[in-house]
């Protein structure tokens, strides 16, 4: 199966700063099937990204993925308040689905 | 909007089985061609997909539990559950039901294996 790696594992930044997420596969990710997500406390995870680059219905294009094959990036131009949460990727190139084990994006 | 809430007991005896029901508003759980999925996190560790349901009764498990899992759908009820037999300490999560992620164009749609919504979660503990 396809192991994910996220680094950092914890990112202290301030609002209006920019965050740079990464998420590293363990072998290519087949036709970049690569997703992001945001988990705030005692929230259910809410899908920001898909297919690497897209973003879902709703999310703010402050919001931005990139990336290809092994190496995939989350980037948020300008930390908003309720942007403070856990992050994390998800490859569905290759069954079973797996998941990153997520970067915490804490307040500095 | 697509809504999904899990229901089920919070504590399972070790050997025993977890049944969980995951309950679907805001849309038919037989429209279009998404699949419906069950997903754990334990405390600390990552997210492990669990497998998938569609509305037919066609099914694909994670090979890591496969030989505990068992996903039925009801379709009349707008509902799909989990069955997790011989549990222990191990099998102690919140667990998530999820549909497969999709969109449509004006001509079509598109049905991927990413997850979107999520439903709220639900604490599972094994323990005598």
């Known amino acids: 199966e396809i192991v994910l790696t996220q680094s950092p594992g914890t990112l202290s930044l301030s609002p209006g700063e920019r965050a740079t997420l990464s998420c590293r596969a363990s072998?290519?990710?087949?036709?970049?099937?690569l997703a992001w997500y945001q988990q705030r406390p005692a929230q259910a995870p809410r899908l920001l990204i898909y297919?690497?680059?897209s973003r879902a219905t709703g999310i703010p294009d402050r919001f931005s993925g990139s990336g290809s094959e092994t190496d995939f990036t989350l980037t948020i131009s300008r930390l908003e308040p309720e942007d403070f949460a856990v992050y994390f990727c998800q490859q569905y190139g290759a069954s079973p689905y797996t998941f990153g084990p997520g970067t915490k994006l804490e307040i500095k | 909007q697509v809504q999904l809430q899990e229901s089920g007991p919070g504590l399972v005896k070790p050997s025993q089985t977890l049944s969980l029901t995951c309950g679907v508003s805001?849309?038919?759980?037989?429209?279009?061609?998404?699949?419906w999925n069950w997903i754990r996190q334990p405390a600390g560790k990552r997210l492990e997909w669990i497998g998938r349901?569609?509305?037919?009764?066609?099914?694909n498990y994670n090979p890591s539990l496969r030989s505990r899992v068992t996903m039925s759908v009801d379709t009349s009820k707008n509902q799909f559950s989990l069955k997790l037999t011989s549990v222990t300490a191990a099998d102690t999560a919140v667990y998530y039901c999820?549909?497969?992620?999709?969109?449509?164009?004006?001509?079509?749609?598109?049905?991927?294996?990413?997850?979107?919504?999520w439903g709220q979660g639900t604490l599972v503990t094994v323990s005598s």
């Open positions: 999820a549909r497969g992620g999709g969109f449509c164009s004006r001509t079509s749609c598109y049905y991927g294996n990413w997850f979107d919504p």
């Open positions: 349901i569609y509305a037919s009764g066609s099914t």
């Open positions: 072998q290519s990710v087949d036709s970049n099937y």
């Open positions: 805001g849309d038919s759980i037989s429209s279009g061609g998404y699949h």
């Open positions: 297919g690497a680059s």
